[in-house]
C-alpha cells in the first residue's frame, strides 16, 4: 500500500517570500501521479500543482513549482512570492496508475502567510 | 454554474439516525468519488464509482451505502449514525483513465450528537 508522509504540520512564511512544504511517499509502483492540493478555510479542495512520475522536469504553474526526486521518493512544493491567499491547509497525494484514480493523501501542511 | 454540488453543506442530527448527502456534477465526468476527512482533517477515500458501476469500496462500514442513479450523481446513505461519523465528507468527480483530475464539491459537514 502507497503511503504519503507530510513531516510538517504547520508553517508560517512572511509575505512575498518564499516557502517550501514537504512531502515524501513510498511505493512499489513506477508510474503514478503525485499532486498537491490546496484547502483554503472556505473548506473547497483546489489542485495546485500535478506531476507524472515519467517525466523528470518538474511541474510548475505560476508561483507554484515542486522538486520531485524520484529515487529519493521526495515531492516538495516551492511557493514563491507568497500571498495572504496563499493561506491553507496543503494536501500532498499520491495515485497509482491505475483504474479507479484513488487519491492518497498525507496528513497536510497549515500554511500561514503573514503581513 | 457549480461544477459538483453537495447539499445540504451542513448536518446536524442525532445518533442513530439515518440521513443523505447527495452529490451532482455538471462536468461530464464519468467516475465520482466520496471521500470522507475527520477531525485531524485526514483524507480518505470511501467509495468510487464509474458509470454508475462501483469500482472502490474503501473497508467502510455497511451502514453507508452510495447510490448512483446516473453517471452525474451519487448519493451517500448513512444508517444509525455514530458518533465517529461526524466529518466532512467530500464529492468529487473525474474523467475514467489514470490520472484524471478530480474535482471536488465543498464538502458536507456532518455532526453526529
Known amino acids: 500500500a502507497q503511503t504519503v508522509t507530510q513531516s510538517q504540520p504547520e508553517m508560517s512564511v512572511q509575505e512575498a517570500e518564499t516557502v517550501t512544504l514537504s512531502c515524501t511517499y513510498d511505493t512499489s509502483e513506477s508510474n503514478y501521479y503525485l499532486f498537491w492540493y490546496k484547502q483554503p478555510p472556505s473548506r473547497q479542495m483546489i489542485l495546485v500543482i500535478r506531476q507524472e512520475a515519467y517525466k523528470q522536469q518538474n511541474a510548475t504553474e505560476n508561483r507554484f513549482s515542486v522538486n520531485f526526486q524520484k529515487a529519493a521518493k521526495s515531492f516538495s512544493l516551492k511557493i514563491s512570492d507568497s500571498q495572504l491567499g496563499d493561506t491553507a491547509m496543503y494536501f500532498c497525494?499520491?495515485?497509482?496508475?491505475?483504474?479507479?484514480?484513488?487519491?492518497?493523501f498525507g496528513a497536510g501542511t497549515i500554511l500561514r502567510v503573514k503581513s | 454554474d457549480t461544477a459538483v454540488s453537495q447539499t445540504p453543506k451542513y448536518l446536524v442530527t442525532q445518533m442513530g439516525n439515518d440521513k443523505s448527502i447527495k452529490c451532482e456534477q455538471n462536468?461530464?465526468?464519468?467516475?465520482m468519488y466520496w471521500y470522507k476527512q475527520d477531525s485531524k482533517k485526514f483524507l480518505k477515500i470511501m467509495f468510487s464509482?464509474?458509470?454508475?458501476?462501483?469500482?472502490i469500496n474503501e473497508t467502510v462500514p455497511n451502514r453507508f451505502s452510495p447510490k448512483s442513479p446516473d453517471k452525474a450523481h451519487l448519493n451517500l446513505h448513512i444508517n444509525s449514525l455514530e458518533l465517529g461519523d461526524s466529518a466532512v465528507y467530500f464529492c468529487?468527480?473525474?474523467?475514467?483513465?489514470?490520472?484524471?483530475?478530480?474535482?471536488f464539491g465543498e464538502g458536507s459537514r456532518l455532526t453526529v450528537l
Open positions: 468529487a468527480s473525474s474523467f475514467a483513465g489514470w490520472a484524471g483530475e478530480l474535482f
Open positions: 462536468l461530464g465526468h464519468d467516475t
Open positions: 464509482y464509474n458509470n454508475k458501476e462501483l469500482i
Open positions: 497525494a499520491f495515485m497509482k496508475r491505475e483504474y479507479g484514480n484513488k487519491l492518497v
